[in-house]
């Protein structure tokens, strides 16, 4: 018994063998090439092309050479689609016995994909499933065998996704090895799906999650959800920024994906490492973390930051506004607003936007409110608005250092670092009260208005100018000495205070007298007052070394 069901098992397996090698053999798959090319034209709604059609019993059913799929016509008559090899899962039982094709699985090496969004925010994938491109696709001859399409699985194998506007050639976004799998494809229920890529750079993007079912109006309306994670995102190398804008940095994001009649919902954390925003600026030494909600649009290309929290250190701020996505790059018409933040944890970022300490200095106390907008495209943004330091000490610099170089003012340094003096830090340090300005940060240079600084060992400073690129300063700037101070050694200053420009770097800056303005007040005093004008005369005898009398 045992002998003849052995006998009767091997006389089926090799029976099948036979069956598979003469399907191998002697079966002209290319007779199949219409059907297909109606099939999956009828379902995608668009004209398919295919070449030549073989037999791979390797891989479970048929190999495609050369695979086109065309184009909505609306965006332009290049291919949406176009492959070199793909690869068709089958029931292969029913292809032996009956010459019929059951469709199970396709399969895309190496493809081109080719994505357009027009200035309306349709794409040009919205059409697929529609009935508009099939009707040229489909034999009016009738049909040479049986054949039906249940798609248990899609993939796309290392696939390159050209992203841009119609019209607008060779400046497409170039996203390559795109890893796709979809199961069990659907028109009236969900399906599960899974993403994997490269991002430029050597970063990656996965997404995991569900969607459906399939619009039948406009694809990209489809429902889903999803989990993302993406690490180590190169923002210069996306192709999204302009490479003179400066801005540069690693972007980390763990977070939620859900889309439903048009409008996306997206919230999670983004972490930013080494990030710089302007020309000539550096990267942060310390990373920026947002936890956020946003809504999105896809029809009005526009969206809402329902909610930022962007921490750096122990710092919390608080980001709100809306942004498009119409043009070349990302407009953001934002508000960033923080309250007694420590200013200790904030000094890292400063050279993101092209500020810095000068060399050696630290702040080691302090804290910093901040009231400031941030708009434009994001390759090109410009942050301003009001800030305001309070109770800070600059460790490493000495200001009184600084002012004594404008004149003959024998001991000012020392009694800036003198433990006896109110507000004093200790030598080579210096405590702010208060220091508010307003600030324009812009990707040429950095605008510094209202400058107001009131160190209590010193007196007060009041003054603007600005940062350039590089980091050189032209700063225009009056000091107002106060105690002692005012009267030290020749100097007597006149009322509105003692003119000063900051020249140099922000690792190294200069302060030197601004005769120009000293003079202008001399003589603005001769026409006004003569009395006056003896005492400004006197003064700038002082500050600019003069003859003692």
Not at 215 to 237: I, R, Y
Not at 347 to 360: F, K, N, Q, R, V
């Amino acid at each position: 018994m045992k002998k003849t069901l052995l006998v009767a098992v091997s006389a089926v397996a090799g029976f099948v063998v036979v069956a598979l090698l003469g399907l191998w053999l002697f079966l002209d798959a290319n007779q199949f090439r219409p059907q297909l090319e109606a099939a999956m034209g009828g379902a995608l709604g668009r004209k398919v092309s295919i070449g030549r059609v073989k037999v791979a019993l390797l891989s479970g059913g048929l190999a495609i050479d050369d695979l086109s799929i065309a184009d909505d016509p609306a965006f332009g008559t290049a291919p949406f689609v176009t492959a070199k090899a793909v690869s068709v899962g089958v029931d292969l039982m029913p292809l032996i016995f009956s010459r019929s094709l059951h469709v199970k699985s396709f399969r895309l090496d190496n493809p081109q994909v080719v994505l357009l969004n027009s200035s309306s925010g349709q794409w040009n994938f919205s059409g697929l499933g529609g009935q508009g491109g099939a009707s040229s696709n489909v034999p009016s001859g009738g049909s040479t065998a049986a054949m039906s399409v249940v798609i248990q699985k899609l993939e796309i194998a290392r696939g390159r996704i050209l992203v841009g506007t119609p019209g607008v050639r060779g400046k497409e976004r170039v996203y390559d090895n795109l890893n796709l799998e979809v199961s069990d494809l659907s028109l009236t229920s969900q399906f599960p799906f899974r993403v994997r890529a490269k991002t430029p750079g050597g970063g990656t993007v996965a997404l995991d999650g569900k969607a459906g079912p399939l619009s039948a109006t406009d694809a990209a309306d489809t429902p889903f959800q999803a989990t993302a994670e993406v690490s180590h995102l190169d923002v210069a190398s996306t192709g999204f920024i302009d490479p003179a804008s400066g801005l540069e940095g690693l972007i980390d994001f763990k977070g939620s994906l859900a889309s439903e009649a048009g409008r996306l919902r997206s919230k999670g954390a983004v972490k930013a490492t080494g990030i710089q925003l302007v020309p000539g600026g550096k990267p942060a030494r310390v990373p920026i973390t947002i936890d956020y909600a946003s809504e999105y649009s896809r029809k009005a290309k526009a969206g809402v930051m329902k909610q930022a929290d962007v921490h750096i250190g122990k710092a919390v701020a608080h980001l709100t506004g809306d942004y498009k996505t119409g043009g070349e790059a990302i407009a953001m018409r934002l508000k960033l607003v923080g309250e007694g933040m420590p200013a200790p944890d904030l000094e890292a970022t400063l050279p993101a936007i092209g500020m810095t300490l000068p060399s050696g200095a630290s702040l080691t106390q302090g804290t910093l409110d901040v009231n400031l907008t941030i708009s434009g495209p994001v390759d090109r943004l410009i942050i301003s608005g009001p800030i305001t330091l309070a109770n800070a000490t600059v460790a490493g610099f000495d200001l009184g250092g600084k002012l004594s170089a404008l004149a003959s003012l024998p001991g000012l340094a020392t009694r800036a670092g003198n433990p006896g003096d109110p507000g004093n830090a200790g030598s080579g340090a210096t405590v702010i009260q208060t220091l508010a300005a307003t600030l324009r940060v812009a990707p040429d240079d950095i605008r510094i208005d209202n400058l107001n600084l009131i160190a209590p060992a010193l007196g007060a400073l009041t003054g603007g100018g600005t940062i350039d690129a590089k980091g050189n300063l032209d700063l225009k700037m009056l000091v107002k000495l106060t105690g002692q101070l005012a009267s030290v050694g020749s100097l007597r200053q006149p009322a509105g205070g003692l003119p000063f420009r900051i020249q140099g770097t922000t690792a190294n800056p200069i302060f030197v007298p601004d005769v120009g303005r000293a003079v202008g007040d001399a003589v603005g005093g001769l026409v006004k007052d003569p009395e006056s004008a003896k005492k400004a005369v006197k003064a700038l005898g002082g500050l600019f070394g003069g003859k003692k009398r």
